[in-house]
């Protein structure tokens, strides 16, 4: 089960925060992360390098928050999980948490199933999030092993390697790569 993970490394992640077009926030969040003799950082609950399974320091330092996976969308679209997301029809934000924007990801819907900020996709600390935004038909959180679960109003679920979210108009968000 590991060496699947172990040899789909397609791009280098560097650890180095990129600076968004709108400038501001250069450095961004820190984690607590146990690293390896490569340099990649892991929860501290690891033992092992999720990404080449070697043995991790036994101290925990603070690191630039690594990308948490990425989400591929049913449109094609494939997203860096490197900061907060927001998505819905007309996506937009009333609350900035810790002084970081979410990106805003429009995503087409001509049946009107998704509302205009329908969901969010949170990263806190080692942890992606999926957040409903009182979304008027829900999203429906679907797991493996599990029967598919409409998230309640506010509702915060995290989320799993493999997990997918069903906004409605046939638009869905798959997670890959969660720590
Ligand atoms: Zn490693």
């Known amino acids: 089960m590991k060496s699947s993970l172990a040899g789909t490394a397609s791009s280098p992640a560097p650890a180095m925060p990129v600076e968004d077009a709108d400038g501001k926030e250069p450095d961004g969040p820190m984690v607590l992360a146990r690293v390896c003799g490569h340099g990649h950082a892991n929860p501290p609950t690891r033992a092992q390098c999720s990404a080449c399974g070697a043995v991790l320091l036994p101290d925990a330092v603070q690191v630039a928050r690594p990308r948490l996976g990425r989400v591929r969308m049913s449109t094609g679209e494939l997203l860096d999980l490197d900061q907060s997301l927001v998505i819905g029809r007309q996506p937009s ?5 810790g002084g970081v924007m979410p990106r805003l990801v429009q995503v087409a ?5 998704i509302s205009r900020s329908h969901v969010e996709v949170r990263l806190e600390g080692w942890h992606v999030m999926l957040c409903d935004l009182k979304a008027t038909n829900g999203t429906v959180l679907v797991r493996e092993g599990q029967p598919p679960r409409r998230l309640a109003q506010n509702e915060m679920a995290i989320l799993l390697d493999g997990d997918i979210a069903e906004l409605g108009d046939n638009i869905s968000l798959r997670f890959e790569e969660i720590p």
């Open 93 to 97: 934000v009333s609350r900035v948490q």
């Open 109 to 113: 819907s001509p049946g009107g199933d």
